[in-house]
């Protein structure tokens, strides 16, 4: 029999934390005096010095999560110390972007097609069914209004200017036509579904997707099982090639920050500080504002419910996966009352219809986007936005970095400039543990809640 590797003790995962945050500190430090005393050289070695320590302490993270913040701090340095240099990396920022936007329409495809057929039966779904999915849309949708809210209030992507903004000059005006509302519903319909994805009208397909599997969960189980089964391949065939190109994720990330820094300077660092700001009091405004409310008033046991849903969030919060937290998520909320048919249907379902973390932050980074292009969006242009991601982020959520394949949706169908995604993406890592966590407790309050709207009784 063999002997199970050996784990790190707690002193070494010390010790190995204090690396890490020495070296944030030396480079946050090279960072801050850059703008006091440029040019400077003990100062670029300082950050340089950050830079070798927080690559000493990667030799023990293969973690991907790691490595695209590393390349993030590598790109700024680079933007520093080479700006002329960093202009000719753009070109693998492009080469990851056009990676990743071949993935989205048959990805969503997929996932919306199985997600509708699998789980949405329409003749066996039932009362269970419906109740989960109006709550679904009903909690998704005031997510993603609040973060509108957020980013309209704190405008963090003001401060952020492209360079590439004069040559574009045609787009601001393109999104501040007046929109008729006329135009945009028949825009929504598909006249060709392959004119759709070669045009990457991701509205068209999303609709064209979700009329397909309305279409495929009325037919007989002989005759749904193989076209179901095919789009579950092509979901998880999608599902690993974005695992994939993911892996040049670093190199993508890092190349854009470096060829952003390079034109703009290190200005470029405090919008996405206060996005982080702005998504994480976002999150929270999420829990206290609609997540408290929706548990008393269904009458459930705050402080049971609390109880039960602590540990499946603490694991999403530590590995950033939802997928991570389904077993005992399930676990958890059948030991807390709900019935085990109820929590079979509603939380895998939840999965794919109900990422209230990942939907905030979707709304607000995408207008973070507008405000970083200079264009300023009406409410009704947001609204807009707003229901395009209800349709874009179903069942994309359980894709790693999936914010940057929904976010490339919308800039298409919205016309937003790509480059903004980029420097989002460095932050992403710091975001995602947060929405992850958000995700799972939704998932585990919809359970319950539907489980209170069936009769289920549940003890103080």
């Given at each position: 029999?063999?002997?199970?590797?050996?784990?790190?003790?707690?002193?070494?995962?010390?010790?190995?934390?204090?690396?890490?945050?020495?070296?944030?500190?030396?480079?946050?430090?090279?960072?801050?005096?850059?703008?006091?005393?440029?040019?400077?050289?003990?100062?670029?070695?300082?950050?340089?010095?950050?830079?070798?320590?927080?690559?000493?302490?990667?030799?023990?993270?293969?973690?991907?999560?790691?490595?695209?913040?590393?390349?993030?701090?590598?790109?700024?340095?680079?933007?520093?110390?080479?700006?002329?240099?960093?202009?000719?990396?753009?070109?693998?920022?492009?080469?990851?972007?056009?990676?990743?936007?071949?993935?989205?329409?048959?990805?969503?495809?997929?996932?919306?097609?199985?997600?509708?057929?699998?789980?949405?039966?329409?003749?066996?779904?039932?009362?269970?069914?419906?109740?989960?999915?109006?709550?679904?849309?009903?909690?998704?949708?005031?997510?993603?209004?609040?973060?509108?809210?957020?980013?309209?209030?704190?405008?963090?992507?003001?401060?952020?200017?492209?360079?590439?903004?004069?040559?574009?000059?045609?787009?601001?005006?393109?999104?501040?036509a007046p929109l008729r509302w006329d135009d945009f519903l028949l825009h929504i319909f598909p006249e060709n579904i392959a004119k759709a994805v070669a045009e990457n009208q991701i509205l068209q397909v999303s609709?064209?997707?979700?009329?397909?599997?309305?279409?495929?969960?009325?037919?007989?189980?002989?005759?749904?099982?193989?076209?179901?089964?095919?789009?579950?391949?092509?979901?998880?065939?999608?599902?690993?090639?974005?695992?994939?190109?993911?892996?040049?994720?670093?190199?993508?990330?890092?190349?854009?920050?470096?060829?952003?820094?390079?034109?703009?300077?290190?200005?470029?660092?405090?919008?996405?500080?206060?996005?982080?700001?702005?998504?994480?009091?976002?999150?929270?405004?999420?829990?206290?504002?609609?997540?408290?409310?929706?548990?008393?008033?269904?009458?459930?046991?705050?402080?049971?419910?609390?109880?039960?849903?602590?540990?499946?969030?603490?694991?999403?919060?530590?590995?950033?996966?939802?997928?991570?937290?389904?077993?005992?998520?399930?676990?958890?909320?059948?030991?807390?009352?709900?019935?085990?048919?109820?929590?079979?249907?509603?939380?895998?379902a939840g999965y794919s219809f109900n990422m209230d973390g990942s939907a905030l932050y979707l709304s607000l980074a995408s207008i973070f986007v507008a405000q970083a292009a200079g264009i300023r969006m009406s409410?009704?242009?947001?609204?807009?936005?707003?229901?395009?991601?209800?349709?874009?982020?179903?069942?994309?959520?359980?894709?790693?970095?999936?914010?940057?394949?929904?976010?490339?949706?919308?800039?298409?169908?919205?016309?937003?400039?790509?480059?903004?995604?980029?420097?989002?993406?460095?932050?992403?890592?710091?975001?995602?543990?947060?929405?992850?966590?958000?995700?799972?407790?939704?998932?585990?309050?919809?359970?319950?809640?539907?489980?209170?709207?069936?009769?289920?009784?549940?003890?103080?």
């Amino acid at each position: 029999m063999t002997n199970p590797p050996p784990q790190p003790s707690r002193r070494q995962s010390t010790t190995s934390h204090l690396v890490l945050l020495v070296g944030v500190l030396l480079f946050a430090l090279g960072v801050g005096l850059a703008g006091l005393y440029p040019s400077r050289a003990w100062i670029a070695a300082l950050r340089w010095g950050g830079i070798a320590v927080l690559a000493a302490a990667g030799s023990r993270r293969s973690t991907l999560t790691y490595w695209i913040f590393f390349s993030m701090l590598l790109g700024v340095e680079i933007g520093l110390d080479r700006p002329r240099f960093a202009e000719h990396l753009r070109v693998f920022s492009d080469i990851f972007l056009r990676l990743i936007k071949v993935i989205v329409a048959p990805l969503i495809v997929g996932t919306l097609v199985t997600g509708i057929a699998a789980h949405g039966n329409l003749r066996s779904m039932g009362r269970i069914g419906l109740k989960s999915l109006i709550y679904f849309e009903i909690v998704t949708t005031l997510a993603l209004l609040i973060g509108v809210v957020a980013i309209d209030i704190s405008r963090a992507g003001e401060g952020l200017s492209l360079p590439q903004a004069p040559a574009d000059a045609a787009v601001p005006t393109q999104i501040q036509a007046p929109l008729r509302w006329d135009d945009f519903l028949l825009h929504i319909f598909p006249e060709n579904i392959a004119k759709a994805v070669a045009e990457n009208q991701i509205l068209q397909v999303s609709l064209f997707a979700i009329l397909f599997g309305i279409a495929l969960a009325r037919l007989p189980e002989t005759k749904r099982a193989p076209m179901l089964q095919f789009c579950r391949s092509l979901t998880d065939t999608m599902f690993s090639l974005t695992k994939i190109v993911m892996y040049f994720a670093p190199v993508g990330v890092g190349a854009a920050m470096a060829y952003t820094v390079g034109h703009m300077g290190i200005g470029v660092l405090l919008p996405l500080g206060k996005l982080l700001i702005t998504g994480y009091a976002a999150l929270l405004a999420l829990f206290l504002l609609v997540f408290v409310p929706v548990a008393w008033m269904a009458g459930l046991p705050l402080l049971r419910l609390a109880k039960a849903v602590a540990e499946p969030a603490t694991i999403a919060f530590a590995t950033s996966a939802s997928e991570a937290a389904l077993p005992r998520a399930m676990e958890r909320m059948e030991a807390f009352g709900v019935p085990r048919h109820i929590v079979a249907f509603v939380i895998p379902a939840g999965y794919s219809f109900n990422m209230d973390g990942s939907a905030l932050y979707l709304s607000l980074a995408s207008i973070f986007v507008a405000q970083a292009a200079g264009i300023r969006m009406s409410l009704s242009e947001q609204l807009f936005m707003v229901f395009a991601l209800m349709l874009t982020s179903k069942g994309v959520a359980g894709v790693p970095r999936a914010v940057l394949v929904v976010l490339l949706a919308t800039a298409s169908t919205f016309h937003l400039p790509t480059e903004p995604i980029f420097i989002i993406l460095g932050i992403d890592a710091l975001m995602d543990m947060a929405r992850t966590s958000v995700n799972v407790i939704g998932n585990c309050l919809a359970c319950a809640v539907v489980a209170r709207w069936e009769g289920t009784a549940f003890t103080r």
